[in-house]
């Protein structure tokens, strides 16, 4: 995948990527940057497809760019990353200081809007095929409530990045309004939401993400606000 210029209809199309093939679409979130580059976010962590891990040469870092062999980097092990076929690791640049590529920050909620919408549809198929009382549970009024709840976030989230991407609160808003939604999605998945290899994984896996590049974006504007 090459570069995106990082128009609206651009971005969209990223997160429905991730929709439609989950963790491994993240490669693209990495490949906006080129060939053998991956993402860090402000703090140094990056969350990448084990391939894109491995080939990387160079990282793209608080706007800038740092050969791999010029960096410290610390493998951080997660068996739930491990499991999707993820890596992650800390970069350590010395005398670096936390920025935010606002680029960077746009491609990530767009990923991580695409990540919640997957454990919607997962969600779906799961509860598609459970009944109470031989009705449908979708058919329950809790139940129907609840998404009703779900999909007024995922529109309020959209909404967000199409209307508003250059605000200072965005990438913080986005991702506590994602992390609504995706603890609403667990809740109805009940104890099949918490099964290893399960749909627990991925809502498990969006959180990281939200706290790697978005959370932690929202924490470097505040720093760099207060300088």
Known sequence: MTALAGGPEAWSGLAARVRASGTAALADLHALWG??????????????????????????????????????????????LTRHGLSAFLVRVPGAVPAVDERAVTAASWTCFGLSLRLLDLTLEHLAGRRVRDAPLLHQQLVKGTLGEISIGH?????????????????VRVAEHLDGVDRALLGLLGAHGYVDGGPGDLGHLAALLRNTYLVASGAARSEGTAR
């Open 155 to 171: 529109l309020t989230v959209e909404t967000l990045l199409t209307e508003s991407p250059g605000a200072a609160t965005c990438p």
């Open 35 to 80: 060939d053998g580059v991956v993402l860090a976010g402000p703090a140094g962590h990056v969350v990448a497809p084990d391939g894109t891990a491995r080939s990387a040469t160079r990282i793209r870092f608080a706007g800038s760019w740092h050969e791999r062999a010029d960096v410290r980097v610390e493998d951080l092990r997660a068996p739930e």
